[in-house]
């Protein structure tokens, strides 16, 4: 990974590794609440094109200098910063704001994917977030891709122990129409 030494990026999530493909050409990701970029970094050693959104301005210039297209933008309040724009991939994880979310799988372009991964119900036992404004409940990504008419491809509700233990749901769904080539199962 192109690594700028100002910027020690994090590893990709290992749901991200394996569920992001390489892009065919012009392909376009959307790093959702992007944090420290590190998935946005990753899908542009994949060949996307990537915009990585973030309300925290401070992250988003050490991955706006290795060539990422940024956005400083707080996602939950204000007037929604997308109008007409679709991706091939839209990559969001440890991250959650319900009101928006139906908006943001409606950036999904056809024929693209959604790639989300965060905390869920029961991630108290293990520490922060508690909060249950911030932890999916039972079933809710898999909700929300039926509420948006996209094809899930795999999905995970339980609890993993690397890098940290934790409660997540994932979920990788597919925007019809879907390409064969698109169903590869990791």
Same mark, same amino acid.
């Not at 970029?37 to 959104?53: K, P, S």
């Not at 909700?143 to 890098?163: C, F, I, K, W």
């Given at each position: 990974m192109n690594q700028d030494p100002s910027h020690r990026m994090e590893r990709p999530s290992s749901w991200v590794e394996r569920w992001l493909v390489p892009a065919p050409q012009g392909a376009?990701?959307?790093?959702?609440?992007?944090?420290?970029?590190?998935?946005?970094?990753?899908?542009?050693?994949?060949?996307?094109?990537?915009?990585?959104?973030?309300?925290?301005?401070?992250? +988003?210039?050490?991955?706006?200098?290795?060539?990422?297209?940024?956005?400083?933008?707080d996602l939950e309040h204000g007037r929604w910063p997308f109008s007409a724009e679709r991706f091939d991939a839209v990559v969001c994880t440890h991250y959650l704001f319900r009101p928006r979310l139906d908006l943001m799988l409606g950036l999904v372009a056809p024929g693209g994917r959604w790639i989300h991964e965060t905390f869920a119900v029961g991630n108290a036992e293990f520490g922060r977030p508690s909060n249950p404004a911030f932890l999916l409940r039972p079933?809710? +990504? +898999?909700?929300?891709?039926?509420?948006?008419?996209?094809?899930?491809?795999?999905?995970?509700?339980?609890?993993?122990?690397?890098?940290?233990?934790?409660?997540?749901?994932?979920?990788?769904?597919?925007?019809?129409?879907v390409a064969a080539s698109s169903l590869a199962l990791g």
């Open positions: 376009t990701l959307l790093d959702f609440a992007c944090g420290s970029g590190r998935h946005a970094l990753y899908g542009q050693t994949l060949g996307y094109t990537v915009l990585a959104v973030d309300q925290n301005g401070s992250v +988003l210039s050490p991955i706006e200098r290795m060539g990422v297209s940024t956005l400083e933008k079933g809710e +990504l +898999l909700s929300a891709a039926q509420r948006a008419g996209l094809q899930v491809l795999a999905y995970e509700d339980g609890v993993v122990s690397h890098p940290r233990a934790a409660r997540l749901q994932r979920i990788v769904a597919l925007r019809p129409p």
